[in-house]
């Protein structure tokens, strides 16, 4: 059964690094998505993704964050100049349409350090 | 305003005890959907069960069954003879459609019910 695949599993930074988070999303879904979860705390939409373009983002998705699909298969997720609050698990999802339901990757966590 | 409340911040049960998972939720959208996930300790989101907001027929699947309910706003979730495996945190999900237009149905979640399934 295909699965959404995430690189790194676990990321450590110096604050005001760049990192990039990346996907493999299931090749037959369409719609895309990046959350976040802070240790212990309910999963936050960042961002959602399609047709090569972003189609919504949360008020945490500011200037520092961007999503990009380079080649088709890939899908990551840019922070330009980390911050500690930064820190959380981050989670690639997938849909095949808008409205049915999302398929997350393992996440990955990133420390700010 | 938040949009999916559950109430429940951690429960603990004896194995093969059912247990119900409370939901409630909040929309002005007549065409929404409902989730639950759960997050074993190993930490993915596993997805369990969607509802559509026009259908409110209640189901059974193995041993979960769920309980939509529009007049109370309410999407229970209910485990039967609940087993040591289900031990998790278990999320339930609001999905509606983005204000852009843009057709992105992004997933608002509550903050979660650790379950605690004791031997």
């Known amino acids: 059964e295909p699965e959404v695949t995430q690189t790194p599993s676990h990321q450590v930074t110096q604050m005001g690094q760049e990192v990039i988070l990346r996907c493999v999303p299931i090749?037959?879904?369409?719609?895309f998505y990046w959350y976040r979860q802070i240790l212990g705390q309910k999963v936050e939409f960042l961002v959602s993704f399609y047709n090569n373009e972003i189609s919504e983002k949360s008020e945490i998705f500011d200037d520092q964050f961007s999503v990009e699909r380079p080649d088709g298969s890939n899908f990551t997720l840019k922070i330009r100049s980390t911050k500690l609050e930064d820190s959380a698990m981050y989670f690639c999802a997938g849909g095949r349409d808008s409205y049915n339901e999302q398929f997350f990757g393992p996440g990955t966590r990133l420390t700010v350090l | 305003a938040q949009k999916v409340t559950q109430a429940q911040t951690e429960i603990s049960v004896v194995e093969k005890e059912d247990v119900t998972l409370d939901c409630v939720y909040e929309t002005r959208d007549t065409t929404y959907y409902l989730f639950w996930y759960k997050q074993p300790p190993s930490g993915e989101l596993v997805f369990l069960i969607r509802r559509n907001s026009f259908d409110e027929q209640n189901e059974i699947s193995g041993r979960y069954s769920w309980n939509f309910q529009k007049s109370t706003s309410s999407f229970n979730f209910t485990i039967t003879a609940s087993q040591v495996v289900d031990s998790a945190v278990y999320f339930c999900a609001l999905s509606e459609a983005g204000h852009s237009g843009a057709g992105s149905y992004q997933l608002t979640f509550g903050k979660g019910t650790k379950l605690s399934v004791i031997p």
């Open positions: 090749s037959n879904h369409l719609y």
